[in-house]
């Protein structure tokens, strides 16, 4: 091993090995976790598990649904010292942002310049992850995907040459990064445009909706329509006697009057309302620092993803279907449109620009891969694609949903950065 790799090499039954070994939903025992703390460090750190022949996985440090961020007997290249965030043009809202570092400390070092860049649904999810998939979170129609905004990046080949890629310089590597990014090397570091953001409106709202789901299909279409501001994310679930949409409204505003005309007619497409609540808050309240924990595979699951145009009578109905199973499957959706389809589909790896909803399926111990196949199959006929990062369980078919119209691209690109192969799947 290198010797400037030693002080960050963490072996099992090192103090430090519980805290880096797992994942959120999956648990592992790799042989040797190293974490390297500059660019140049994670060339070496390449080089070195490239010598072993040993399974390599890199980590950005946060939550790694799927579980390809840690292995088994292989070598893990974890960049969770390397989460740096720095405002480094405030007139242009430009944000330097390290991999390792998560998202709820991204939100809690911009809050007091007034910005926000749009990520996921939870703080402890990593930078380096989720920046390059996709980035489907609480502001997506105000501010569209979270790749959408990535200006610049730092990428590390599998060669170890370090590459910075921007429009002009390497911009086959910019488009691969903003959406495929664990295909063509480790990025260790994004230039992302924030937005100007103060209060936001942030609102819990429970309506009853029907079994044949009209009620989903009234929110989809309310929300195809819907102002930007306005973007719905919720957890659809039944007791066996009714089915509940428990939403979370954000609107991007911090007008009460704006928050309100945004919020209310959500509060009426369903059979009834439950509860509505609504306060003023801070896009930092959504990915709080409260969320910050270890990752030690103590939420095991098995999940899978559909996006949708508009929901349809039939595959509203399908999407019910699925919440019924017996086998109680967690469905949460995710309400798209707005900024994220005013990009060319292809623009960017990810192509859905055409979708609206997102719909995630998570099963949990004893299920696995093969129960949530079977009470997922309704929405198939209906999907119009999926999201890569909300994949347990990545197959040659999965991943055509998720790059569609964009797979041959991503695969050429990917050849041609990294002709070994070291990062493919």
């Given at each position: 091993?290198?010797?400037?790799?030693?002080?960050?090499?963490?072996?099992?039954?090192?103090?430090?090995?519980?805290?880096?070994?797992?994942?959120?939903?999956?648990?592992?025992?790799?042989?040797?976790?190293?974490?390297?703390?500059?660019?140049?460090?994670?060339?070496?750190?390449?080089?070195?598990?490239?010598?072993?022949?040993?399974?390599?996985?890199?980590?950005?440090?946060?939550?790694?649904?799927?579980?390809?961020?840690?292995?088994?007997?292989?070598?893990?290249?974890?960049?969770?010292?390397?989460?740096?965030?720095?405002?480094?043009?405030?007139?242009?809202?430009?944000?330097?942002?390290?991999?390792?570092?998560?998202?709820?400390?991204?939100?809690?070092?911009?809050?007091?310049?007034?910005?926000?860049?749009?990520?996921?649904?939870?703080?402890?999810?990593?930078?380096?992850?989720?920046?390059?998939?996709?980035?489907?979170?609480?502001?997506?129609?105000?501010?569209?995907?979270?790749?959408?905004?990535?200006?610049?990046?730092?990428?590390?080949?599998?060669?170890?040459?370090?590459?910075?890629?921007?429009?002009?310089?390497?911009?086959?590597?910019?488009?691969?990064?903003?959406?495929?990014?664990?295909?063509?090397?480790?990025?260790?570091?994004?230039?992302?445009?924030?937005?100007?953001?103060?209060?936001?409106?942030?609102?819990?709202?429970?309506?009853?909706?029907?079994?044949?789901?009209?009620?989903?299909?009234?929110?989809?279409?309310?929300?195809?329509?819907?102002?930007?501001?306005?973007?719905?994310?919720?957890?659809?679930?039944?007791?066996?006697?009714?089915?509940?949409?428990?939403?979370?409204?954000?609107?991007?505003?911090?007008?009460?009057?704006?928050?309100?005309?945004?919020?209310?007619?959500?509060?009426?497409?369903?059979?009834?309302?439950?509860?509505?609540?609504?306060?003023?808050?801070?896009?930092?309240?959504?990915?709080?620092?409260?969320?910050?924990h270890p990752n030690l595979g103590q939420q095991r699951s098995t999940t899978t993803n559909a996006l949708f145009p508009t929901l349809t009578a039939d595959s509203a109905e399908a999407l019910m279907q699925v919440t019924s199973h017996p086998l109680g499957p967690l469905v949460q959706l995710r309400s798209l449109g707005g900024a994220v389809n005013d990009l060319d589909a292809t623009a960017t790896a990810y192509p859905h620009r055409d979708q609206q909803v997102l719909a995630i399926v998570s099963a949990f111990p004893p299920a696995g891969v093969r129960e949530l196949g079977l009470a997922s199959r309704p929405l198939w006929p209906h999907a119009g694609g999926a999201y890569r990062n909300f994949e347990s369980h990545p197959t040659a078919a999965t991943v055509e949903r998720a790059y569609g119209a964009s797979s041959?691209?991503?695969?050429?690109?990917?050849?041609?950065?990294?002709?070994?192969?070291?990062?493919?799947?």
């Open positions: 091993m290198p010797f400037r790799l030693r002080d960050g090499a963490v072996l099992p039954g090192d103090p430090l090995y519980r805290r880096l070994r797992s994942t959120y939903t999956t648990r592992h025992s790799p042989a040797l976790v190293l974490l390297p703390t500059s660019d140049s460090q994670v060339a070496e750190a390449l080089a070195f598990a490239r010598s072993t022949d040993l399974p390599l996985a890199i980590r950005s440090g946060g939550h790694g649904l799927s579980g390809r961020s840690s292995n088994d007997g292989g070598i893990v290249i974890d960049l969770s010292s390397m989460k740096r965030i720095e405002v480094a043009d405030r007139r242009r809202r430009l944000v330097r942002v390290q991999a390792g570092a998560r998202w709820a400390e991204v939100a809690r070092a911009l809050d007091p310049h007034g910005l926000a860049i749009s990520s996921g649904d939870h703080g402890n999810v990593g930078v380096g992850g989720l920046a390059t998939a996709g980035g489907a979170g609480w502001l997506a129609r105000s501010y569209g995907l979270t790749i959408d905004r990535i200006r610049a990046a730092t990428v590390v080949l599998a060669d170890g040459r370090i590459v910075h890629t921007d429009a002009d310089n390497e911009p086959d590597l910019l488009w691969a990064v903003r959406g495929a990014g664990d295909t063509v090397g480790v990025v260790t570091d994004f230039t992302i445009e924030a937005i100007e953001l103060d209060a936001i409106g942030i609102a819990q709202i429970a309506i009853e909706v029907d079994r044949r789901g009209v009620g989903l299909q009234r929110w989809s279409e309310h929300m195809a329509g819907a102002p930007r501001e306005l973007t719905t994310n919720g957890i659809l679930g039944s007791d066996g006697r009714s089915h509940i949409l428990q939403l979370t409204a954000v609107a991007s505003v911090g007008d009460p009057e704006r928050i309100r005309s945004l919020i209310e007619p959500v509060a009426r497409l369903g059979v009834r309302a439950l509860s509505v609540t609504a306060q003023l808050g801070r896009y930092s309240m959504l990915v709080s620092a409260g969320h910050l041959e691209r991503v695969r050429l690109t990917a050849l041609s950065y990294d002709p070994s192969g070291v990062f493919a799947d």
